[in-house]
């Protein structure tokens, strides 16, 4: 090939944004029983649910666009409503799912684009067992976590979840 040729391939793909490269989303949503992952270019993916799964609720598409999440709602039996047990999180075409113990997740961000999510759990009743958690997407690793107690400020990425729930 000639050098004007390769000069402009360099070109072009160097006007290529990194979400142009990767899938990016739009959004999700519940649709007879499953989870459908809305692409940005308008392709809809069906992602099985979680066994037992009844809904979702709290979707949201990370600030670059790489990553979509939702909380995973399933049945409880001292309820009459269905319980987000689980955060999943749906990026370059792999599931992952967030659920490091019983409690329910209340509410949740994703913090520095797509790489890390925060959440808040919580008992049922609330007032019992509050635990915040920030994690690595890609691998799930605790990177912090912070149970509150008089006379401890909460940190930072606490506040900015908290701060974005309202």
Known sequence: MKAGVWLAISLALSMVTPTDRADTYLGARWDADAVVVTMRDHRQLVVAKDAEQVGLEQAAVSSDQSAV?????????CTSYPVPLKLMV??????????????????????????????????????????????????????AHFEPQQGIPKPAWVQELEASRH
């Open 69 to 77: 999440g939702w909380l995973a709602t399933y049945p409880n039996c």
């Open 90 to 143: 749906f990026s370059g075409g792999q599931l992952r799912v967030f659920a490091p113990n019983e409690l329910p997740v209340w509410y949740w961000a994703f913090r520095n684009g797509s790489r890390e999510v925060c959440y808040q759990q919580e008992t049922v009743h609330g007032g019992f067992g509050v635990r915040y958690e920030l994690r690595e997407v890609t691998t799930g690793k605790l990177l």
